[in-house]
């Protein structure tokens, strides 16, 4: 195996605070009322002369998704002393409307058959019409943050060309034994924290910040995304499907070179099972065995640490709060997650 991450010693000092802020018993309670702003503002968002493309928005959007990224970005701006949130709504709106398209395609290109505990959308609606209903949600996504000044349009746009550059890159390393621990950070550093960073930077700006602060609140969210998708990864070796409402192993049997998987390469059922286009249960299940034998999902959980570290550390540079404590908490529960 190549590559590797060693657990620090302990969380921030941010962290340790939040844990033992009893008012606080889970990092998004306090901004509850934000988020279910964020959620009437998606039901009206994805209304359409057409029902079909209503429907298939709605049975994604709605089949339980964590929404991480509103609640990040609706913290980062709060921590930032953000008042007014009426436009913090319609950001949050819009980056999880960019995320949801994405995920419809993604089932169509991974040839998903289930998601968050259901049948994927391609299967339950076709191919044709979840493609469409992708771009429907691209092009209200669009809509509702056009109305905004012209550099938050091109940071959001920005982070959609990074998640397509993210997704074209993933494919070229598909199956492909080459791919390197760098080339993983670079694709998901496109591909899922683009999302995170656009948000948190959007927030810090629309909270008033300085151009030095809205930069740290960028890395935050860069960070914690990062750390995001690694137990994410983590998840698909060692979850319960049942859970996480995703079948396990499907990095494997899609050749996603997801960080398991590039550090257990060296591993003879890893490599078999990664490299075969049509891998068979049961050599997703001897891959499995290696990796969790090797110890790979713990180091994988110690690395996702790590980037937590340094979202909290650029987190530590705000104004203590309970909403800095409170998205200092919610980073920690993101990794140690179990679905």
Not at 194 to 215: P, T, Y
Request: hydrophobic share 45%.
């Amino acid at each position: 195996m190549t590559g590797g991450f060693a657990a620090p010693s302990c969380l921030s000092t941010v962290t340790i605070a939040a844990r033992k802020a009893s008012s606080i018993s889970h990092g998004i309670e306090l901004v509850g009322d934000e988020l279910d702003r964020v959620e009437q503002r998606i039901a009206d968002v994805i209304r359409s002369r057409e029902s079909r493309l209503t429907r298939i928005s709605d049975y994604l959007i709605n089949a339980g998704g964590k929404r991480v990224r509103p609640a990040v970005s609706m913290l980062v701006f709060r921590a930032c002393g953000g008042k007014d949130i009426t436009d913090m709504v319609d950001l949050s709106v819009s980056l999880e409307l960019i995320h949801t398209a994405t995920l419809l395609h993604d089932d169509i290109i991974d040839s998903n058959d289930t998601r968050r505990g259901q049948a994927a959308s391609p299967v339950r609606f076709g191919v044709a019409d979840t493609l469409v209903t992708g771009d429907f949600l691209f092009s209200r996504a669009f809509e509702v943050c056009g109305r905004f000044e012209p550099q938050i349009v091109a940071w959001a746009a920005g982070a959609c060309i990074q998640l397509t550059e993210g997704e074209i890159m993933q494919g070229r390393f598909r199956h492909n034994t080459e791919v390197s621990e760098q080339d993983y950070l670079e694709i998901i550093s496109r591909k899922t924290a683009s999302l995170f960073a656009a948000g948190a930077r959007i927030a810090a700006h629309l909270a008033g910040m300085s151009e030095r602060d809205v930069d740290r609140m960028d890395a935050c969210g860069r960070a914690i995304g990062v750390a995001f998708q690694m137990i994410d990864d983590v998840l698909d070796v060692e979850g319960d499907a049942t859970r996480t409402g995703k079948r396990v192993g499907t990095d494997l049997r899609d050749g996603n070179p997801s960080l398991p998987v590039v550090w257990g390469l060296e591993l003879p059922a890893v490599r078999a099972a990664f490299t075969s286009d049509d891998v068979t249960d049961e050599a997703v299940d001897a891959a499995i065995a290696e990796l969790q034998a090797a110890g790979v999902p713990q180091r994988v959980r110690a690395g996702a640490i790590e980037h937590a570290a340094v979202a909290e550390e650029a987190l530590a540079t705000l104004p203590p709060s309970p909403y800095r404590d409170a998205l200092a908490r919610f980073i920690a529960e993101l990794v140690d997650r179990d679905l």
